[in-house]
């Protein structure tokens, strides 16, 4: 349905053609509209000479809000509710100081079809919501507009529902958009590694499948693990993108330790290695890991697990990649990445399994995956597009060495499974809107 905002509407009434409403809907009969989060009391004014699939709406009503003057939406009736949406918010990471030209276009990619896009989405940074006020100062879509002016910069309404792109949103924004549009707000909070780790290592199955981990207390765990393991993973608990890790090896008369820029250090003792740490603050907010071996023509190879809900919000995976390393590079991320394969192909070509045990063998994954979403969904953080770093060790077992709740779009990735994961958020979105 087309929605027309129009001066000369009267005040406090929409005018619709009653052959588009359900029977139990009359004229003169005063409904509450809803758009977003916004509501209001109006009375419904027949036009048999509208077209049944166009909502005229008073410009007062919008109440100082900057809606654009026609807009497709869907509406639902339900008994004297007439409801416009979804009302979508998409909220902006936090490594995007500003919300630039560029940065909306990236945003349109998260619309499965621009043309037929019916609805309100508004892209807004964490700072643009007024809990006092209830509104949204950001960007709105607008699929009529030309190429060169398809957003709208303005205060919006509250949204139907929310997705969140920052890494932690404020507790107080969080609280007042839940108390406004309930559980609607997913990837609503930030898990580091090391709640991961206690989180998972409680489920019992998904313990099994879990590196030993502990956190850095005292330099004693370094030496506990190191005469465990021979060589360790150090990393922050709260980082992404490989920032921060060393990689410490015992070798004969000393130790090795190497970080993400492939830069390598000699310590002859312990004690070095220690006040090295002390001295570049690698504290309790670091966890020591197990390493799992595994290495492709001497690079690490680990897997990036996909998982993201549905329209019935069921958790499915549009798919999985296998990133490996440079050689002798620590991490596998983008920066220190030599080859992105699709995962499949690498189950096959790397692990030689042939296609029914490839297929059998990311299905493992997946339940795995899926055990551990809902094992956080349990805290009452609301998840609904992820993705997990796995890794397959030389006897092919599943490895979970960390949940990415905000994760990077890898634009390498092939086309279908890019276009996926852009879109299926807001189909995600849409159906927590109620539409």
């Excluded at 209830?134 to 949204?159: A, D, L, M, R």
């Excluded at 580091?192 to 330099?219: C, D, I, M």
């Excluded at 907010?285 to 190879?301: S, T």
């Excluded at 299905?363 to 995956?369: D, H, T």
Aim: with cysteine; proline share 4%.
């Amino acid at each position: 349905m087309k929605l027309i905002w129009s001066t000369k509407c009267p005040k406090d009434t929409i005018i619709l053609n009653m052959e588009a409403l359900p029977r139990h809907f009359k004229s003169n009969n005063q409904v509450t509209l809803y758009i977003g989060s916004l509501s209001k009391d109006v009375k419904i004014q027949n036009s048999f000479m509208l077209s049944q699939n166009v909502m005229i709406v008073p410009h007062s009503l919008g109440n100082g809000f900057t809606f654009p003057d026609d807009l497709d939406v869907e509406v639902k009736f339900e008994k004297s509710s007439i409801i416009v949406g979804p009302a979508i918010l998409l909220i902006t990471p936090e490594y995007y100081p500003e919300i630039t030209e560029e940065f909306l276009k990236l945003c349109e990619v998260h619309i499965k079809s621009k043309k037929q896009f019916k609805g309100l989405f508004y892209v807004c940074q964490s700072s643009g919501i007024n809990i006092q006020s209830e509104t949204i100062t950001g960007y709105c879509f607008v699929p009529t507009g030309s190429k060169e002016n398809q957003w709208i910069k303005g205060v919006f309404p509250y949204p139907q529902a929310v997705f969140n792109r920052t890494r932690k949103l404020d507790h107080s924004i969080y609280e007042s958009l839940k108390n406004a549009i309930g559980d609607r707000i997913f990837n609503s909070d930030f898990v580091g590694k090391w709640k991961q780790y206690k989180l998972f290592s409680a489920n019992k199955n998904l313990k099994l499948h879990l590196p030993e981990t502990r956190n850095l207390t005292s330099k004693h765990v370094i030496y506990e693990m190191l005469d465990k393991y021979k060589s360790v993973y150090l990393k922050p608990h709260n980082s992404a993108n490989g920032k921060g890790i060393f990689y410490l090896q015992r070798l004969n008369g000393g130790y090795l330790l190497q970080d993400t820029e492939n830069h390598t250090l000699t310590f002859p003792s312990m004690k070095k290695v220690a006040n090295y740490f002390r001295t570049n603050k690698v504290t309790s907010d670091y966890l020591v890991q197990q390493p799992i071996p595994f290495k492709h023509n001497n690079r690490n190879l680990d897997f990036r697990f996909y998982m993201q809900k549905n329209k019935k919000k069921k958790w499915t995976s549009p798919g999985f990649t296998a990133k490996i390393s440079k050689e002798n590079s620590i991490n596998t991320n983008f920066k220190n990445r030599d080859l992105l394969l699709y995962g499949m192909e690498a189950l096959k070509s790397i692990y030689n399994l042939n296609q029914s045990e490839a297929l059998e063998k990311a299905n493992e994954m997946f339940s795995i995956c899926r055990n551990a979403c809902e094992t956080i969904e349990m805290q009452g953080i609301h998840l609904g597009d992820v993705a997990f770093d796995l890794i397959l060790d030389q006897q092919k077992k599943t490895w979970i060495l960390e949940l990415q709740i905000r994760y990077g779009r890898d634009n390498h990735i092939n086309k279908k499974t890019f276009k996926k994961l852009m879109t299926n958020p807001i189909e995600y979105a849409k159906v927590l809107a109620g539409f």
